[in-house]
């Protein structure tokens, strides 16, 4: 793969008491901010400070591009709007790990390799056995994801290409297998196996939804809307949890088990189970005449309420997913002629009231994807303990991408920050008898 540097674009200087000044290249990708290269401060006996990297670039990337004050997002240069309504989930993943969006033979050969791995080892539904019945999908997903490099270790070679592809069409085939199993196995219902003459979004509603007694009549509005679900979640540069991929990845480790590292990341309130816990709020939150109260909570330095479905680390305007899920929220609720739907008017006036509030817009705290999507999935049939297993399964393709192009750049070392050490300075070990609480 070709390889395209940042340009060096001057330097600065950094200045220390006591210390010579240190020159630090400025360098400027192809799109974003100027960035500073800190690599040579290690060698002249500095750290940087950085707690949740707020500043800090960890690596480059061509995969994806946010420009977070004006709400843009795009996927290898394309913005996220036009590939939601223009392409679909297979496209996408295809782009995000290819480059480029495909031509129609590309395409074919794509999903047909897709669709011939979505059948996962026999020996694997006896994992989901050993569950509690009463487990949380995302616990299983993270055990069985995991258990995937069990299946697949002695045979793979992560330095080879064609290895990292199989792998990457492995975890797209079977991650909505794997999600749909999830779910069947908590409700105590048979698995059931994916059908390759339906589409990728169709095939995962056929498994959550079809039974060995009743066929699942696959809905051309709801499939389309989960196709977006997956496309507006495919990727997001170097969130959480693909950071946790990348960083387990970076001692090289088996892919499986990184990816099984980003499903916990993931799982967590503040990342994708953000979606959960804003359903789970607009429940709670119930009717309109209560959400000042939910509001005063969450302005509250001593509540730890936050708005869930509200605010991103990059994004200091409107999620441009959250538009596209909106649109498709709306399209979905016509489609099963739900006129009224609680949930939905709860929704739209809390946006209101917190677009309109002075604490919200100091703050730059707009909705985010996770604030319709929840809304849509409830619709469709999806329970509320799914919506992360969902996101877990569209994001899959997002870690593998960052996955695969970690493994081919030059500039990869293994991840390891470093710290500033506050605890006890130097002393000596006590027998016990000479210890004082
Ligand atoms: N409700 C109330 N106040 C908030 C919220 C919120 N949802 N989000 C941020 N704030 C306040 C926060 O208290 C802080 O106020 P102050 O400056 O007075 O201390 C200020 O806004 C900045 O917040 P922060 O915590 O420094 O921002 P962050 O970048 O560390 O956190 C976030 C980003 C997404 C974790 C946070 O906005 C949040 O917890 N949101 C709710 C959870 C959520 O919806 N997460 C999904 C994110 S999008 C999907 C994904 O990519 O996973």
Same mark, same amino acid.
């Given at each position: 793969?070709?390889?395209?540097?940042?340009?060096?674009?001057?330097?600065?200087?950094?200045?220390?008491?006591?210390?010579?000044?240190?020159?630090l290249?400025?360098?400027?990708?192809?799109? *974003?901010?100027?960035?500073?290269?800190?690599?040579?401060?290690?060698?002249?006996?500095?750290f940087?400070?950085?707690?949740?990297?707020?500043?800090?670039?960890?690596?480059?990337?061509?995969?994806?591009?946010?420009?977070?004050?004006?709400?843009?997002?795009?996927?290898?240069?394309?913005?996220?709007?036009?590939?939601?309504?223009?392409?679909?989930?297979?496209?996408?993943?295809?782009l995000?790990?290819? *480059?480029?969006?495909?031509?129609?033979?590309?395409?074919? $050969?794509?999903?047909?390799?897709?669709?011939?791995?979505?059948?996962?080892?026999?020996?694997?539904?006896?994992?989901?056995?050993?569950?509690?019945?009463?487990?949380?999908?995302?616990?299983?997903?993270?055990?069985?994801?995991?258990?995937?490099?069990?299946?697949?270790?002695?045979?793979?070679?992560?330095?080879?290409?064609? $290895? #990292?592809?199989?792998?990457?069409?492995?975890?797209?085939?079977?991650?909505?297998?794997?999600?749909?199993?999830?779910?069947?196995?908590?409700?105590?219902?048979?698995f059931?196996?994916? +059908?390759?003459?339906?589409?990728?979004? *169709?095939?995962?509603?056929?498994?959550?939804?079809?039974?060995?007694?009743?066929?699942?009549?696959?809905?051309?509005?709801?499939?389309?809307?989960?196709?977006?679900?997956?496309?507006?979640?495919?990727?997001?540069e170097?969130?959480?949890?693909?950071?946790?991929?990348?960083?387990?990845?970076?001692?090289?480790? =088996?892919p499986?088990?990184?990816?099984?590292?980003?499903?916990?990341?993931?799982?967590?309130?503040? $990342?994708?189970?953000?979606?959960?816990?804003?359903?789970?709020?607009?429940?709670?939150?119930g009717?309109?005449?209560?959400?000042?109260?939910?509001?005063?909570?969450?302005?509250? +330095? =001593?509540?730890?309420?936050?708005?869930?479905?509200?605010?991103h680390?990059?994004? +200091?305007?409107?999620?441009?997913?959250?538009?596209?899920?909106?649109?498709?929220?709306?399209?979905?609720?016509?489609?099963?002629?739900?006129?009224?739907?609680?949930?939905?008017?709860?929704?739209?006036?809390?946006?209101?009231?917190?677009?309109?509030?002075?604490?919200?817009?100091?703050? =730059?705290?707009?909705? =985010?994807?996770?604030?319709?999507?929840?809304?849509?999935?409830?619709?469709?049939?999806?329970?509320?303990?799914?919506?992360?297993?969902?996101?877990?399964?569209?994001?899959?393709?997002?870690?593998?991408?960052h996955?695969?192009?970690?493994?081919?750049?030059?500039?990869?070392?293994?991840?390891?920050?470093?710290?500033?050490?506050?605890?006890?300075?130097?002393?000596?070990?006590?027998?016990?008898?000479? #210890?004082? +609480?």
């Amino acid at each position: 793969m070709q390889e395209v540097n940042p340009e060096l674009v001057k330097y600065a200087t950094l200045t220390i008491p006591g210390h010579d000044p240190i020159q630090l290249p400025v360098l400027k990708g192809t799109m *974003g901010p100027e960035v500073i290269d800190i690599r040579a401060l290690g060698k002249q006996g500095y750290f940087t400070y950085d707690p949740g990297f707020v500043s800090t670039a960890a690596c480059s990337s061509r995969i994806t591009f946010i420009d977070g004050p004006k709400g843009v997002l795009l996927y290898r240069g394309y913005p996220i709007d036009q590939l939601a309504n223009k392409a679909n989930y297979l496209q996408t993943c295809y782009l995000l790990l290819k *480059g480029d969006l495909p031509t129609k033979e590309q395409y074919e $050969h794509f999903e047909y390799e897709v669709k011939h791995h979505t059948l996962i080892h026999e020996q694997i539904t006896s994992l989901f056995k050993a569950f509690r019945r009463d487990s949380h999908p995302m616990a299983i997903m993270c055990g069985i994801a995991g258990a995937l490099s069990a299946f697949y270790h002695d045979n793979l070679d992560i330095y080879d290409p064609e $290895h #990292r592809e199989k792998t990457a069409i492995r975890l797209i085939a079977k991650m909505p297998t794997l999600a749909a199993m999830a779910y069947k196995y908590s409700i105590g219902h048979p698995f059931v196996y994916p +059908k390759n003459d339906l589409s990728y979004a *169709g095939n995962f509603l056929h498994m959550m939804f079809a039974t060995p007694c009743e066929d699942y009549k696959v809905n051309p509005v709801i499939e389309r809307a989960m196709d977006k679900i997956f496309i507006l979640h495919a990727d997001h540069e170097q969130n959480a949890s693909t950071s946790s991929v990348r960083l387990a990845g970076s001692s090289g480790a =088996n892919p499986y088990a990184c990816i099984a590292a980003g499903i916990a990341s993931l799982w967590g309130p503040a $990342h994708g189970g953000a979606n959960e816990a804003c359903l789970r709020m607009l429940e709670q939150i119930g009717s309109i005449d209560r959400i000042p109260e939910f509001i005063a909570r969450a302005k509250d +330095k =001593n509540d730890p309420f936050r708005l869930s479905g509200f605010g991103h680390r990059v994004y +200091k305007a409107y999620d441009p997913r959250a538009v596209v899920m909106r649109e498709t929220c709306h399209e979905v609720l016509n489609e099963l002629h739900i006129k009224d739907h609680p949930i939905l008017d709860v929704a739209t006036e809390l946006e209101k009231i917190a677009l309109s509030d002075e604490y919200f817009i100091e703050r =730059n705290l707009y909705p =985010n994807v996770d604030f319709y999507s929840g809304i849509i999935l409830n619709a469709i049939g999806i329970p509320t303990s799914m919506f992360t297993v969902i996101f877990a399964l569209a994001r899959t393709v997002g870690w593998i991408a960052h996955w695969t192009e970690m493994q081919e750049m030059p500039e990869s070392r293994i991840g390891r920050p470093r710290q500033i050490y506050v605890g006890k300075t130097l002393r000596q070990v006590k027998a016990m008898q000479r #210890r004082k +609480k």
